[in-house]
């Protein structure tokens, strides 16, 4: 199993560019994740999808991020325009059932100059 | 509304001492779930263990064991004879039946295991 894959790795832009971040989750698994990590702000959910349609997005800072999930094997958040306060890693998650562990990706850290 | 508190924001000690890490955390829920994960230097997040609020046996797996107390609504995590490679970020987190089980993370603790 390749686990969860997440692109680019890492970005850099400068502000005002538009950012997307990819998500693969794990094959099966019906639930999917993202988080923001930052130094100040710790491990913040930002929006859950549950079988490809957004369950709570609550978490997502501003009208600039945005979210889909087109299919089972693929979800992209967007940032437009990108700002130097939303530099951060960011991690995508998935789980096959709410109630189990989630298995998270390697993470894009991404970088606002 | 859930929160979990890792008090400890750093815990430096040396290699083969035992340590252990808190966690508390507050539910009005009846049916949740308690996580640790492991964030080594290199960034990413590795699952550790999952307990449901009906099961408050401990658990061993190796060097590591956890304690689950919903009398103190803690869940603690303990290393064993602790190793260099155990150095990590250590973050606990719940999951509430309620709240869509979504979860939410402690604010983590450093490891820092010195040889």
């Known amino acids: 199993d390749a686990g969860v894959i997440q692109s680019p790795r890492h970005e850099v832009t400068e502000m005002g560019q538009e950012v997307t971040l990819r998500c693969k989750p794990i094959?099966?698994?019906?639930?999917l994740f993202w988080y923001r990590q930052t130094m100040m702000r710790g491990l913040e959910l930002l929006i859950y999808?549950?079988?490809?349609?957004?369950?709570?997005d609550s978490g997502m800072p501003e009208d600039r991020f945005s979210a889909k999930m087109p299919n089972a094997s693929f979800s992209t958040l967007k940032i437009q325009p990108s700002e130097p306060r939303d530099s951060a890693v960011y991690f995508c998650?998935?789980?096959?059932?709410?109630?189990?562990?989630?298995?998270f990706g390697p993470g894009t850290r991404l970088t606002v100059l | 509304a859930q929160k979990v508190t890792q008090a400890q924001t750093e815990i430096s000690v040396v290699e083969k001492e035992d340590v252990t890490l808190d966690c508390v955390y507050e539910?009005?829920?009846?049916?949740?779930?308690l996580f640790w994960y492991k964030q080594p230097p290199s960034g990413e997040l590795v699952f550790l263990i999952r307990?449901?609020?009906?099961?408050?046996q401990n658990e061993i797996s190796g060097r590591y064991s956890w304690n689950f107390q919903k009398s103190t609504s803690s869940f603690n995590f303990t290393i064993t004879a602790s190793q260099v490679v155990d150095s990590a970020v250590y973050f606990c987190?719940?999951?509430?039946?309620?709240?869509?089980?979504?979860?939410?993370f402690g604010g983590g603790t450093r490891l820092m295991v010195k040889p």
């Open positions: 998650a998935s789980t096959p059932d709410r109630t189990y562990e989630q298995f």
């Open positions: 094959s099966g698994h019906n639930s």
């Open positions: 999808f549950n079988n490809n349609v957004p369950i709570d």
């Open positions: 539910t009005r829920d009846t049916t949740y779930y």
């Open positions: 307990r449901n609020s009906f099961d408050e």
């Open positions: 987190a719940l999951s509430e039946n309620n709240a869509g089980n979504m979860l939410t």
